[in-house]
């Protein structure tokens, strides 16, 4: 790593390490002369993809961070620092909070005028199905279910998660979105953690924003950028809603799963107390009529999330 700097002009520079999230990946910030970077470290994953993503975000106006520097073998980029203001500790009230949500509605609204890379893995109906195993086998320890509930599954995406015709960053919410209040437009709003996108529906990202496992939006938030969404694109509201449904319904179950994998075989228990907000969502999904047949299945399989539950996942959290 230390060559890598070097060579990069950043040899002299004071090294911050910044808090992790649920991935491997690792920041530190750096600053010298007066100057900030972000040295960004994933050895298990591909920052080649990262780094061509950033220049495609980027080139259709979008901001994604500059690549400085790249050492794929060693998983080290040095990034552009876009500094701390991440919409999640800005929405402080109503007010703030929606405009700073329109913004980044707007960022979506301007990567979905675009072709997404055609080289980008297709997030289709047989896909999204078969994600939603992770929480039968993790969350739920009812792994047998996890097949028929992706059979199930799988017609209702194929008719509302259809065309995958944009590029769905993945993880797109609050914490992963800046604030760059020097630039106008869909370009204020600061692009991370997109290594993992797909082809897929623009129903997706829109949903990741707005049913956050973070964070409660104020009343209002979710409506209006779905409106305003809609009115820009001149898309079908019924169509569309139920779109948002059906994706945000097989995003909760995943991350229902993901949450208790990081806690059983990760060591971060933390993640367990986002459960019952990810399941609020997860329900009001489900209500939607056109998850009538599946909803079923799922809300049979899947225990609430009480006290004894999100207990007994902790309780299988492995040592530090």
Known sequence: MNSFLVNAGWGDAEHHPLQGDASTRRYTRLRMNGQTAMLMQDPDGDVSLFAR???HLKSLG??????YAEDPEAGLLLIEDFGDSLIAKLAIDDHTERALYLTAT???IELHRHEP???LPVADARTLANMTDLAFVHYAD???VAAKVAAAFQPILEAHATPTDVM?????HAENILDLDTRDGPARAGLLDFQDALQGHRAYDLISLLEDARRDLFPGTKDACISHYITTTGLNSDQFNTSLSVLGAQRNLRILGVFARLAKTRGKPG???LIPRVWGHLKNDLKHPALAHVAPLILDALPEPTGDHLERLKTACPMQ
């Open 53 to 55: 993503l950033s220049r």
């Open 62 to 67: 979008l901001s994604a961070p500059e690549i």
């Open 106 to 108: 707007d960022a979506l």
């Open 117 to 119: 890379p055609s080289d």
């Open 142 to 144: 009812q792994k047998h």
């Open 168 to 172: 769905i960053l993945r993880d797109y």
């Open 271 to 273: 993640y367990i107390d």
